[in-house]
């Protein structure tokens, strides 16, 4: 036992660095970035209508303590009537249609949704299921779609921030 922890008072703490973050953000710190563009936080619903759960891990790493969405000023809610962002993972299985189109309802303007995933944006694998009625754009309407099976929790930081910047963008 003490071979080990002589061991590991030697050895110290190997740590990852950072991830880069996306080129659009890499010339100003992404926390001031966000939270000048938006002015607040961004609240994110999460909406699973089929997925493989892929897509879901990717989304729980963007949350955890090495990519922090966090500092950023994003935190995920638990209605869609406190969402600012509908985040949809996974082909429309045609036991979520009204699920779907009930959460965007209940959201406010402007309603922003986010596909995420190669199943949410074009049915990924799961195409032409008799369970699934389609893509997301199929059954609301959808702003950014975020291929990739699954994508990173980089690309979910930089969709966000490209949710952002149109969000704030003057009409």
Request: contains cysteine; aromatic residues 4%; glycine residues 6%.
């Amino acid at each position: 036992m003490r071979k080990l922890i002589k061991r590991i008072l030697a050895t110290g703490l190997p740590t990852l660095p950072l991830p880069a973050l996306p080129a659009r953000m890499a010339d100003t710190d992404a926390v001031t970035a966000f939270r000048a563009q938006v002015g607040r936080a961004i609240a994110v619903r999460h909406v699973d209508a089929g997925s493989c759960n892929a897509c879901e891990l990717e989304i729980h790493a963007a949350n955890n303590i090495y990519y922090n969405l966090a500092r950023l000023g994003v935190h995920f809610v638990a209605s869609p009537r406190h969402a600012d962002v509908l985040l949809v993972t996974g082909p429309v299985s045609r036991h979520m249609v009204n699920a779907l189109h009930d959460a965007y309802a209940a959201m406010p303007a402007p309603k922003l949704v986010l596909a995420f995933g190669d199943c949410a944006a074009g049915c990924g694998v799961h195409c032409a299921n008799y369970a699934t009625v389609g893509r997301v754009a199929d059954v609301i309407p959808v702003d950014i779609t975020l291929p990739g099976c699954p994508p990173t929790p980089l690309a979910l930081v930089d969709a966000l921030h490209r949710l952002a910047s149109a969000k704030t963008a003057p009409d």
